[in-house]
């Protein structure tokens, strides 16, 4: 079939317009007609997302749920889960490694708890972040909403994992004596300023798993790297003592040691400013901004694309 | 002139339109890791990718008021025309224009088999874009349309204990639900039993009456000639033929050898 036939038979059989000899464009712009699909405005998107914010939290909270409802013990698993979780990591790094160096176990038990709950947060944001957009194109490409709902509501999940998480972080830090004080306070900075960088990371591999879905495949090896060079079973400064001292900062300032850091400085009374690095808060809110910016801007840059493919 | 815009205003325009799925990895028919290893090292256009033409330089206006059918054999791109004109699949080259949001009826990805049917009305009706009012107001009219609790309490039970037919029954009851500018339904009406499609039939009419512009995939003649005053016809991505219901029709029937 070539084209010269085709367009004859349209011609022949279309019923005659009123506005015949416009082009499609200029008929468009006659009666106000929009391109569809175009990418909004940053400003008109970012109102777009709040209309479906009860999209995005009934979204997080369906997927949390439908997680473990084929299971006997049902919901229970979520609090059961990071248990067994922190269980193992106790087993191998504190029993047979000793990777606790010289700190004692009413320390390192909470420090290491704390920590694989708070690099788990960002890691498992950013593995559902990179299948937001390319595990859901059945959705993307049935209904209309801003694409960010889906990682949003991805982290937002994760989020509501990690509050699961911190009944049990509270359980393991009484039984060790660590009792709630006044520093307990200093978790809710904590929690929110690394849900905005979560967020913001969750937006960006969302981007770049919904081009190259293989990511998925990837991001596994790239996360164990970073989680044991954060500093989630030993303490950096003092595992990186005879180090050159660049070393152990680079590695204090990464987002994920921050984070770790500050809950640990939150929950445990021991773990005090000597283990955490110069303007730690600084860090925290400097990463948060400029990823959950930067991850926004650059995921709505692709907005009219993904679906495609 | 403000007379003819009164009788003829446009609600969709496409304008040479193309579509292109990409698809990774079926490029050669080998799909052994070696394959595509050579794939990734042999640099090409673009390594290990297929692309598949769905829409092929389409162009037409549809009007206020129309009711359109879309037809052709299976594979001819009238499901992907569908997405293109509702914004959801990018177009390769040419535009779409639309006045106001097009939507497809059609929930089916938002909804989570794990999850009780009161929660996946819920939650379908927020991935539609309605508020969590408008969902309280109209939960009960969706869950007597769909008939599902006509046999006990199944609407508290997860979706994935429904029958097939049941699950299609809540699903269309969801999408229909909402109120639409330019509406597009794709072969919505085979679902459930006799009784269900005769009443989503009627919905479709209210549905039509409310909406600017009604487009309908469907195989069904006798419900395209029921519903529709307008038919496209596309194979293989392209227009074959666009006019009157009955005109296309029944060169389709020719075509087809009926």
């Known amino acids: 079939m070539s084209e010269t036939t085709h367009d004859a038979t349209v011609a022949v059989s279309a019923p005659a317009a009123p506005d015949e000899g416009l082009a499609a464009k200029e008929l468009a712009a006659k009666h106000g007609l929009s391109v569809s699909g175009a990418r909004p405005s940053l400003i008109e998107y970012v109102r777009q997302l709040w209309d479906r914010r009860h999209f995005i939290l009934a979204f997080s909270r369906a997927k949390l749920t439908a997680q473990y409802s084929q299971a006997k013990l049902g919901q229970l698993w979520q609090v059961a889960t990071p248990l067994l979780n922190a269980a193992v990591y106790f087993f191998i790094f504190g029993l047979l490694l000793e990777a606790d160096r010289g700190m004692s176990r009413e320390v390192y038990i909470p420090f290491l708890v704390t920590g694989v709950f708070v690099f788990t947060f960002t890691q498992s944001s950013v593995m559902a972040g990179v299948r937001a957009i390319s595990g859901n194109l059945g959705l993307v490409r049935a209904l209309h909403f801003p694409r960010a709902s889906l990682p949003i509501s991805f982290a937002l999940q994760q989020l509501q994992q990690l509050l699961f998480s911190m009944i049990v972080l509270f359980a393991v830090a009484v039984g060790f004596g660590h009792y709630p004080d006044l520093s307990w306070v200093l978790i809710v900075p904590a929690l929110v300023l690394q849900f905005c960088f979560n967020t913001g990371l969750a937006l960006i591999m969302a981007r770049a798993g919904a081009k190259t879905p293989d990511l998925a495949q990837l991001m596994p090896f790239v996360m164990r790297t970073w989680m044991y060079a954060s500093g989630v079973m030993f303490s950096i400064p003092i595992f990186l003592a005879d180090k050159p001292a660049w070393m152990a900062n680079v590695l204090q300032w990464n987002p994920a040691a921050i984070y770790m850091d500050l809950m640990r400085y939150a929950l445990i009374d021991e773990y005090d400013q000597k283990f955490l690095p110069d303007h730690v808060w600084a860090a925290a809110g400097g990463w948060a901004v400029l990823f959950a910016l930067g991850g926004f801007v650059y995921f709505w840059k692709a907005e009219e694309r993904y679906g495609r493919g | ?258």
């Open chain 2, 1 to 258: 002139m403000a007379e003819q815009q009164d009788a003829r205003i446009p609600t969709v325009i496409a304008d040479d339109l193309h579509i292109v799925y990409r698809v990774n990895g079926a490029k050669s028919g080998k799909g052994s890791a070696t394959a595509a290893l050579s794939r990734i090292l042999k640099r090409g256009e673009e390594r290990g990718v297929r692309k598949v033409h769905a829409v092929r330089g389409v162009s037409f206006v549809a009007y206020r008021g129309e009711a359109i059918g879309l037809i052709g054999s299976n594979g001819s791109g009238k499901s992907t025309l569908l997405r293109a004109i509702a914004g959801l699949l990018p177009a390769e080259q040419g535009k779409v224009y639309t006045d106001g949001q097009p939507s497809l009826l059609g929930v089916n990805a938002a909804l989570m088999n794990d999850l009780t049917g009161e929660r996946n009305v819920i939650l379908g009706g927020l991935a539609m874009g309605m508020s969590r009012e408008e969902i309280k107001e109209r939960y009960q009219d969706i869950v007597d349309f769909s008939g599902i609790n006509e046999k006990g309490d199944f609407i508290t039970l997860p979706m994935r204990t429904y029958s097939s037919g049941m699950a299609a029954r809540l699903r269309f009851s969801i999408a229909a639900a909402k109120d639409h500018d330019v509406l597009m339904i794709d072969e919505a009406l085979a679902t459930g039993d006799r009784k269900f499609q005769k009443r989503s039939e009627d919905r479709i009419r209210e549905l039509r009456k409310e909406a600017g512009t009604v487009f309908l995939v469907s195989h069904n003649n006798k419900s395209i000639r029921d519903t529709c005053n307008r038919v496209l016809w596309l194979e293989r991505g392209e227009l074959r033929m666009d006019g009157p219901t009955d005109e296309v029709l029944k060169e389709y029937e020719k075509f087809t050898g009926k």
